[in-house]
């Protein structure tokens, strides 16, 4: 969080974003320091949504990649149309659908290594609360938030966008 307040205070008067990349920066990193500071596993809301639900596992962890799938493709949307890298709508939208789960996939790999580096740790660290599927099932919660924000995001941001590019309109 304190390197992405960094980032876009560095580039707000050059490259300022739509306001609803903003809030969808702001929410994420809430929902990781929120995380980071209970760790992914033992957020108490969840708890309670879990032993309510009767669940086995807390699972604010899958907020934070569906997160991790949004967010980033909304950055990447903007970027991507206000530069005019790809001149197609379902190229961009491809695109960016695929930047999201090379970022998941990445991220995943970052883990993993972490994991492996500190040795009986792991466990604790990756979260997995004992899912086989862990890996998986976050990588495909970050392709829905990715496909989210480019069917069901994708109209509200273009018209933020058409302030900076009339190549958001179409």
């Not at 949504?49 to 991790?68: E, S, T, W």
């Not at 970052?110 to 976050?138: C, H, K, M, P, R």
């Not at 924000?149 to 958001?168: E, G, N, S, Y």
Request: a neutral charge; aromatic letters at 16%; charged letters at 15%.
């Amino acid at each position: 969080a304190i390197i992405c307040l960094a980032v876009l205070t560095f580039t707000w008067k050059a490259f300022p974003l739509t306001r609803l990349t903003y809030w969808l920066i702001l929410i994420h990193c809430i929902i990781l320091m929120v995380g980071g500071h209970y760790t992914y596993a033992e957020v108490p809301l969840f708890d309670w949504i879990r032993d309510l639900l009767g669940g086995q596992r807390n699972n604010y962890d899958k907020v934070g990649h569906f997160a991790q799938g949004l967010v980033p493709a909304i950055i990447a949307r903007e970027v991507v149309i206000r530069l005019d890298v790809i001149r197609s709508r379902a190229w961009t939208h491809f695109f960016v659908v695929c930047f999201v789960l090379a970022f998941s996939a990445f991220y995943e790999l970052i883990e993993w290594w972490v994991a492996v580096a500190s040795g009986d740790d792991a466990v604790a660290f990756l979260g997995t609360q004992g899912y086989v599927w862990n890996t998986q099932s976050d990588m495909f919660l970050a392709l829905i938030g990715g496909l989210v924000a480019v069917t069901l995001f994708a109209p509200w941001h273009d018209r933020q966008l058409a302030r900076f590019t009339r190549k958001a309109d179409g």
